[in-house]
């Protein structure tokens, strides 16, 4: 079965801080990994995916995360968060053939100050 | 991308009734989802509904309770049966985009039972 870790439960930082996210996840085939984000009272967006080919994936709003097979890690980085980053972050994967639906890790509530 | 409508957005109910939610989406899909955000948690996956078949429950998850429709492409409906105040939660309706292998949300149906 598939599971996802997710490490850090809530983090505040100031603005222009740097952000990493940890996500580790358990499955024995090949996956396909992916960051939402929920804003207050908005739905879940994707922010990126990893399907294959560059483990470096960028997303939307400066995001990017690396895909690092060995440590079975999608992490999500931000060199430098706002205000508006203020939002719960959820990582996620679903198989690359079979079982469609995604598995989410428990999210991180990501808090900024200005 | 697709857009998902989720009728209704809140509702408010009375132990013992059921409550329909609808999505709709705007383009004809194959996987829709259906999963469930209690309070403070993370997304579980209820069930999948593709058009045709029956709905595949996730462990945990049963028919009686949970009983799902998939008339078309681009329509389903989860039912929550017979409700508690433990099944207060966010509801979430999720559908795959063709080609593309990402999936989407609905922006919610926030149900409270009392």
């Known amino acids: 079965a598939q599971s996802v870790s997710q490490h850090n439960h809530h983090v505040i930082l100031s603005e222009a801080a740097s952000l990493e996210l940890g996500c580790n996840y358990s499955?024995?085939?090949?996956?396909?990994l992916f960051w939402y984000v929920q804003y207050p009272g908005q739905h879940l967006q994707l922010l990126l995916k990893?399907?294959?080919?560059?483990?470096l994936v960028k997303g939307i709003k400066g995001f990017e995360a690396e895909f690092i097979k060995s440590k079975f890690s999608f992490n999500l980085r931000k060199p430098s968060v706002q205000w508006s980053d203020t939002a719960e972050y959820f990582c996620a994967v679903n198989a690359r053939t079979g079982r469609r639906a995604l598995t989410f890790g428990s999210g991180t509530r990501l808090q900024v100050q200005p | 991308s697709a857009v998902i409508s989720q009728k209704p957005s809140r509702d408010i109910c009375q132990r013992g009734t059921s409550l329909t939610i609808q999505c709709q989406v705007d383009?004809?899909?194959?996987?829709m989802f259906w999963y469930r955000q209690q309070p403070g948690q993370s997304l579980t996956l209820i069930a999948t509904a593709n058009q045709g078949s029956e709905a595949t429950y996730e462990s945990g998850f049963v028919i009686d309770k949970f009983p799902i429709s998939r008339p078309n492409l681009t329509f389903s409906t989860l039912t929550v049966s017979n409700m508690s105040p433990e099944d207060s939660s966010i509801y979430l309706c999720s559908v795959e985009a063709r080609g593309l292998g990402i999936q989407y949300f609905g922006a919610g149906t926030r149900l409270s039972v009392l």
């Open positions: 990893y399907f294959s080919g560059d483990p």
């Open positions: 499955y024995g085939g090949t996956v396909n």
């Open positions: 383009s004809q899909v194959t996987m």
